[in-house]
C-alpha cells in the first residue's frame, strides 16, 4: 500500500475534478466548508510526512474535501459514487472478529488482538480497552495505524472499513465460509493439508470423495484420515 503522504500529495497536485493544484490553505478551507476542522499546518505536516497517523475522521474529511473515497488512502478505490458519503463501518470490526479465527478455536480476544498488533512494532501499539471500544461502537474514529494493524492481524483489505462495495463482497465471502466452517468443511481442508505429505493421491481423492458425498446426503461424517497411510497406499 503506497504511503498515505503520497497519496495525499498527488491528489491535491492533481485533483481528480481537474482544478488546479490544491493548496493546503484552500484544503483546509474546503473541509471547513464540509463542516470538518483541520488545519492547515496540520495538512503541511501529513504532506511532509511529519505526521502519518491522521484519525478516521481526518481521513473522511480530507478525502470528501478533495472530492474521493476516503478508501483511496488506504489502498481502496478513488471514485465516489452519485451521492455516495462513505465513512467508517462501525460493524467492520465485529464481523471480522466473528468470522476469522484459527479452526481449531473460538474468535480472537481483544486482548491477543491488541497483543499482536502492539508487538509487531509496525502499527504502533493499541489496547484491548481500545479495540473493545470499536466492538461496541462507543468509538468511530481509529487513527490509520490502528486500521492498519487491524487489517494486517485479519488479513482483510485495509478499504474493507470504508468501501460498501468492498464489504459487500468481502461479507458474501465470509458469509460462505461460516457455513462451510459449520459443515466441518474448514476443518476438514486444514488437517488435510497437515497430512499432504503422508498421502498418496489416490488417498486424497478418497477423502475429498467421502466427505462430499457425506454433505450430498446430509449425514454425519467422521474423519477418515486418523492414522497414516499403509505401504499399500504409497506411490
Known sequence: ??????????????????????????????????????GHGYISQLRLGVKDNPTC????????ALGVHPAVFLGGRRELHPAEQPGWRPTAVSTLFEAVHPPDRGPWSPEEVAASI???????????????EL????????????????????????????????????????????????????EFVTRLAERTGDLSP?????AVEGFRQALEVGEGWSFPLNSRRSSADHT
Open 202 to 206: 489416490q488417498a486424497r481423492a478418497a
Open 135 to 186: 466492538l461496541s461502537n462507543t468509538s468511530d474514529n481509529p487513527r490509520l495505524k490502528h486500521i492498519l494493524g487491524l487489517a494486517d492481524h485479519f488479513g482483510a483489505d485495509p478499504a474493507y472499513f470504508f468501501d460498501d462495495d468492498l464489504a459487500a463482497r468481502v461479507d458474501s465471502e465470509l458469509t460462505d465460509f461460516l457455513a462451510l466452517r459449520e459443515l466441518g468443511v474448514v
Open 118 to 132: 502492539s508487538s509487531s512494532g509496525q502499527f504502533g501499539s493499541i489496547s484491548a480497552s481500545y479495540i473493545r
Open 1 to 38: 500500500m503506497r504511503p498515505f503522504t503520497e497519496v495525499l500529495n498527488e491528489l491535491c497536485n492533481n485533483p481528480p475534478d481537474g482544478r488546479g493544484k490544491v493548496t493546503n490553505v484552500a484544503l483546509a478551507a474546503a473541509v471547513k466548508s464540509q463542516g470538518g476542522d483541520i
Open 57 to 64: 475522521q481526518a481521513i473522511v474529511d480530507l478525502a470528501g
